[in-house]
């Protein structure tokens, strides 16, 4: 099974178009360690031929100009594309609004948990994606599903998608009824497996909290992408960049007792990498403090371009 990161930031992305944060000045000044990222979404294929999207940020067009893999096959059709499958595991804008960018008339199929097909057939927006032509397809919890094309032919990656604490989508909320936590199949995470390799790699770039139930989902993973938006709860407020912490957000910090690091100390998953990076955290910096501190404890920061071969 062969993984690549096409973003890895958070929503805006890094440098945000509108942030003169010292991270995101460092970075849109190509200040060295600060690398530019595109909004978070990874392909996923075992042939290397049909590759299937999980999520589709803003930056899609931008992220598919940059990767010779998802090019349209230069002996084929006059337009063509090897992604056969779109993976979401929220309604977050920063994870459906490049499925606009596919609707060239471009046959796939979109899984999704029937919530968030729900809201995506409920804002007329998404009707430029003929159903005529792009598939929804219902994704069920806590069960293996094949992931096929649209001619119903696996691509051969399986997936088992299982809820994880979060947040409904910013769009959505009510500031009336103060509906800022998570409705049924809100946010999930996905297990994506080769099972002709006997390989898995979980991905997860939005979570709250690390219950139990999320812990035994990734269990045995081969490796781990995990939500590392922010690296501390309040980081945010203490920058001046807004009024919201990382809990407000649907989002638990990297640091703390409470954090990602300390959730996952003790799980033995050989990979462990953070995705789902705001242009507010420190690690950004490669030499901060708070990268080394992410790194001696064992775990990666992922960028665009990332790749990762189990074969």
């Known amino acids: ?26 970075a849109r000044n190509h200040q060295s360690g600060f690398l530019a990222r595109t909004q978070s979404s990874i392909i996923a294929s075992t042939d290397k031929k049909q590759w299937v999207l999980f999520n589709a940020s803003p930056d899609l067009r931008q992220q598919i100009n940059s990767t010779p893999e998802l090019f349209p096959d230069p002996n084929g059709l006059l337009r063509s594309t090897p992604i ?18 596919m609707r060239e008339r471009q046959p796939f199929v979109i899984y999704a948990t029937e919530r968030v097909i729900h809201v995506l057939e409920n804002n007329p927006v998404f009707n430029i994606l003929d159903p005529a032509i792009v598939k929804k397809i219902p994704l069920p919890v806590n069960k293996l599903t ?29 500031k009336k009824k103060k509906n800022f936590g998570s409705e049924d199949e809100d946010t ?35 490796c781990l992408f995990f939500d590392g938006t922010l690296f501390c709860d309040d980081e945010m407020i203490k920058a001046g960049l807004g009024p919201k912490t990382g809990q407000r957000m649907g989002h638990m910090s990297i640091s703390g007792e409470d954090g990602a690091i300390e959730a996952w100390r003790n799980t033995a998953i050989p990979e462990k990498i953070f995705i789902h990076i705001n242009n507010s955290n420190p690690v950004l910096d490669d030499h901060s403090a708070e990268r080394q501190k992410v790194e001696q404890s064992g775990w990666k920061v992922a960028f665009d371009g990332m790749e990762l071969n189990f074969d």
């Not at 993984?3 to 460092?26: D, E, H, M, T």
């Not at 056969?84 to 459906?96: E, G, P, R």
């Not at 051969?156 to 604490?165: D, E, L, R, T, Y």
């Open 84 to 101: 056969s499958a779109v993976v979401l595991t929220n309604a977050d804008i920063d994870h459906i609004a490049g499925l606009l960018t």
């Open 188 to 222: 999930i995470g996905i297990r994506i497996f080769d099972k002709k390799k006997n390989r898995s790699v979980s991905y997860i770039p939005g979570c709250a909290k690390v219950t139990a139930f999320v812990k035994s989902q990734v269990e045995n993973s081969d």
């Open 146 to 174: 094949k992931i096929c094309n649209v001619e119903n032919e696996p691509t051969g990656i399986q997936i088992k998608a299982f809820p994880v604490p979060g947040k409904i989508a910013l769009f959505l909320e009510d």
């Open 1 to 26: 099974m062969y993984i690549k990161v096409l973003g890895s930031a958070a929503g805006g992305g890094f440098p945000q178009w509108n942030c003169n944060y010292y991270l995101s000045r460092n």
